[in-house]
């Protein structure tokens, strides 16, 4: 079992950067499939972006593809979410996902259905 804290939430002007973080409690980080997802107030929590184990592959939505970047250091049991020119409806709760994955398994995961453990959420506002 995993257990995963999000932190690097706040208040942003549009145009704004902010770098997300998910550190894994466990000492086996490599052995999950990460994603990050997000969810609007009234709206169901959608997909933004996943990456595999050794952070090869990594998968985008197209809503934030060329402004946002998953990356993990496998080292340190953390994932993040570079986010880049940010714009206002890039504004609700964020949050960090793990899959159990088996070895030899190189995919990431899209689905809100994927995933096994998630965090507590973060808030990411972004004003106009």
């Known amino acids: 079992q995993v257990q995963l804290v999000e932190s690097g939430g706040g208040l942003v002007q549009a145009g704004g950067s902010l770098r997300l973080s998910c550190a894994a409690s466990?000492?086996?980080?490599?052995?999950?499939?990460m994603g990050w997802f997000r969810q609007a107030p009234g709206k169901e929590r959608e997909f933004v972006t996943a990456?595999?184990?050794?952070?090869?592959?990594?998968n985008y939505a197209d809503s934030v593809k060329g402004r946002f970047a998953i990356s993990r250091d496998n080292a340190k049991n953390t994932a993040y979410l570079q986010m880049n020119s940010l714009k206002p409806e890039d504004t609700a709760v964020y949050y960090c996902a793990a899959r159990k994955i088996s070895f030899g398994n190189d995919y990431y995961y899209t689905g809100v259905g994927d995933y096994d453990y998630w965090g507590q959420g973060t808030q990411v506002t972004v004003s106009s």
């Open positions: 466990g000492r086996t980080f490599s052995s999950y499939a």
């Open positions: 990456i595999n184990w050794s952070g090869g592959s990594t």
